[in-house]
Antibody
Framework: EVQLVESGGGLVQSGRSLRLSCTAS????????MSWVRQAPGKGLEWVGF??????????EYAASVKGRVTISRDDSKSVAYLQMNSLKTEDTAVYYC??????????????????WGKGTAVTVSS | DIQMTQSPSTLSASVGDRVTITCRAS??????LAWFQQKPGKAPKLLIS???SLESGVPSRFSGSASGTDFTLTISSLQPDDFATYYC?????????FGQGTKIEVK
């Protein structure tokens, strides 16, 4: 079964750091891109960032709202993707979802769709 | 950034109804658009990718179409399990962006 499990969420003070993990199983993790999406309480979905597979350069893309404060990385030997968040703000309070991002057929380096989602991990940033 | 505008924000419907949700992009996203279903307290689920490709295991009552920068998700006959919030999302260019969501509620 294809599965993603997030961990590492919790309550953290504003200005501190937190690292979320996403453990994958049931597919060839190293062959796939991964992405993070968040959802603030009662709000819609917001894309956070993305990391390509190593064979496609392992490069990353980030939303402007988190760029410079967030780093996405991966450890293919462990089938884990990470979301390192620094200088946390109260507006970073959200459920954070890890997703697999599959390359769209006929698309270029930007065109991936998020086809597998984890159940999410909640992050609360207090002031 | 590409803005995705969904309409309506809320839709009241009954079981058996044909339901249509529209998503308009602020500029071209070609066919790089996905639709997701989300139920309260659950993760989103991919229904459709590439504007009209139904994901494996998704009931055939769901369909997607495109016309220029307008995209449509249609549920041909609403079932009890379909009451949820639906989001469109473009993956044509960074940053990937979502519509604000359409909640289908019981009429």
């Amino acid at each position: 079964e294809v599965q993603l499990v997030e961990s590492g969420g919790g309550l953290v003070q504003s200005g501190r750091s937190l690292r979320l993990s996403c453990t994958a199983s049931g597919f060839s993790f190293g062959d796939d891109a991964m992405s993070w999406v968040r959802q603030a309480p009662g709000k819609g979905l917001e894309w956070v960032g993305f990391i390509r597979s190593k064979v496609n350069g392992g490069t990353t893309e980030y939303a402007a709202s988190v760029k410079g404060r967030v780093t996405i990385s991966r450890d293919d030997s462990k089938s884990v993707a990470y979301l390192q968040m620094n200088s946390l703000k109260t507006e970073d309070t959200a459920v954070y979802y890890c997703t697999r991002a599959s390359h769209a057929m006929g698309g270029d380096y930007r065109n991936y769709y998020m086809d597998v989602w984890g159940k999410g991990t909640a992050v609360t940033v207090s002031s | 950034d590409i803005q995705m505008t969904q309409s309506p924000s809320t839709l009241s419907a009954s079981v058996g109804d044909r339901v249509t949700i529209t998503c308009r992009a602020s500029r071209s996203v070609t066919r790089w658009l996905a639709w997701f279903q989300q139920k309260p307290g659950k993760a989103p689920k991919l229904l459709i990718s590439d504007a009209s490709s139904l994901e494996s295991g998704v009931p055939s009552r769901f369909s997607g179409s495109a016309s220029g920068t307008d995209f449509t998700l249609t549920i041909s006959s609403l079932q009890p399990d379909d009451f949820a919030t639906y989001y469109c999302q473009q993956y044509n260019s960074y940053p990937w962006t979502f519509g604000q969501g359409t909640k289908i509620e019981v009429k």
